[in-house]
């Protein structure tokens, strides 16, 4: 949810919001969480308590009370239900999503991540919306139940920690934003044929080409 560029900037709710924004980005927490709390008692419907609730929820002591926060935000969207909360969705869900994951509850981490995955065209096109989409892919990735991005990842690990900036360049934009069966059509094709140009390149050592003609193995059978 970006208070700032989706609703109304007049807003008294939206106002304190961004203010609190600006206060995380000046490294004042306890001051972003009193303005936070601020917007929330301000708050005089449905649609302005599920903005407030969204950031009061970035500065809760528990993963319980986080979830709380973020599950209310979602109640609060549903219950406004028209066209001003559809982009809301999948950050609402990622949101909940990971604060499951923290918890350890792998299998309602999975459902939220899934559900956010099918709200991110949702969201207004730009650097939000790519961040949201990364966010996701990563959640996936990271509650796989068979681990097939495991060896990838350590493989980017490795690129990252000697400097191969060609593969990086070359595969982190469709790996970062592969949303795999849940994005549209040719999502998880993009990541392959990135791996495979890699793969054909001959910049990497035998024993690490052999390691990702493996990997593009495994993921091509899912790719679309």
């Known amino acids: ?28 927490p306890a001051r972003a969480r009193e303005l936070f709390e601020r917007a929330w008692a301000a708050a005089g419907d449905d649609y302005e308590r599920c903005v407030a609730a969204h950031y009061v929820a970035r500065h809760q002591d528990t993963p319980e009370e986080t979830l709380r ?62 961040w949201i989409r990364f966010a996701i892919a990563r959640g996936l990735r990271d509650q796989a139940a068979d681990g097939r991005f495991a060896e990838l990842d350590a493989l980017v690990e490795g690129w990252r920690e000697r400097g191969e900036l060609t593969a990086l360049a070359l595969v982190l934009p469709a790996l970062l934003g592969d949303l795999g069966e849940l994005g549209p059509p040719g999502d998880g094709e993009r990541l392959v044929t990135a791996l495979r140009m890699l793969h054909s390149s001959g910049r990497l050592p035998d024993g690490e080409r052999a390691e990702l003609g493996r990997v593009i193995g495994s993921l091509a059978g899912g790719a679309r």
């Open 69 to 130: 926060w973020n599950e209310e935000c979602l109640r609060l969207a549903d219950a406004v239900g028209d066209g001003r909360v559809v982009g809301f969705y999948a950050s609402l869900h990622l949101n909940i999503a990971q604060a499951h994951g923290t918890l350890g509850r792998d299998g309602a981490a999975r459902e939220h991540f899934a559900l956010a995955a099918g709200h991110v065209d949702a969201v207004p096109e730009g650097q939000y919306r790519e």
């Open 1 to 28: 949810m970006d208070p700032e560029n989706r609703v109304d900037p007049e807003n008294k709710v939206v106002r304190l919001c961004v203010a609190g924004m600006a206060a995380e980005a000046e490294g004042e």
